[in-house]
């Protein structure tokens, strides 16, 4: 079965300052990798995606994550961090065997807040 | 515009008192599924389709139910709501084959009371 653990719950940081979330993943077969983004009241809305193809994938907002199958790692990343980004972030994984009905399995997320 | 819409948005309601949470996409995809999400537990499967009238069980479907009659719509049912289906519901889609990429809708947030 197929996991994904996202380690701190909360994560803040100073307008400026480098993000990092991370995320570690269990899966029997190659992964499909997402990020996404959950604005208050709103919908979630993909980062960006791993699909085994660069291990570095960019996405929208600046943000970038880099796959690492020896520490099955994908943690996403942003150099500065702006006011805007403060928002709960998901990571997940696809269930690529058949029989899962194109699953994702997320992560418990992790809320980021930007201070001043 | 390409999207997910899912109504209502906002729905109280009492135990025990049948609802359906709609759910459409424009994007003729074929996979559709519904999640709830609670705190710390972030998002769970409920149900899915793989096309219409193909459907199946994700990983918490007691207290729902499924219908894909057109492709196009997967609505939610929930025949006796309980105080513990109190939560956020998204629906999403995605195409076949591709990336498995999904698309969300916004969200309905269901309070039983």
């Known amino acids: 079965a197929q996991s994904v653990t996202q380690l701190g719950s909360h994560v803040s940081v100073s307008e400026g300052a480098l993000v990092l979330l991370r995320c570690n993943y269990s899966?029997?077969?190659?992964?499909?990798l997402f990020w996404y983004v959950q604005y208050p009241n709103q919908g979630l809305q993909l980062l960006l995606k791993y699909t085994s193809a660069a291990t570095l994938v960019k996405g929208i907002n600046g943000f970038e994550a880099e796959f690492k199958k020896s520490e099955t790692s994908f943690h996403l990343t942003k150099p500065s961090a702006h006011m805007s980004d403060a928002a709960e972030y998901f990571c997940a994984v696809s269930d690529r065997v058949t029989g899962g009905g194109n699953k994702l399995t997320f992560g418990t997320g992790t809320q980021l807040k930007v201070e001043l | 515009e390409a999207q997910v819409t899912q109504n209502p948005r906002y729905l109280i309601t009492v135990t025990g008192k049948k609802l359906t949470v709609t759910c459409s996409q424009n994007m003729n995809h074929e996979y559709m599924s519904w999640y709830r999400q609670d705190p710390g537990l972030g998002l769970r499967q409920i149900y899915y389709?793989?096309?219409?009238?193909?459907?199946d069980k994700g990983d918490v479907p007691e207290g729902y139910k499924v219908s894909r009659k057109e492709k196009r719509n997967f609505p939610l049912i929930l025949e006796s709501p309980s105080p513990n289906q109190t939560s956020l519901y998204f629906c999403?889609?995605?195409?076949?084959?591709?990336?498995?990429?999904?698309?969300f809708g916004p969200g309905t947030r269901l309070t039983v009371l």
């Open positions: 899966s029997s077969v190659p992964p499909y």
């Open positions: 389709s793989m096309n219409v009238e193909v459907t």
């Open positions: 999403a889609s995605r195409q076949r084959g591709g990336t498995d990429t999904q698309y």
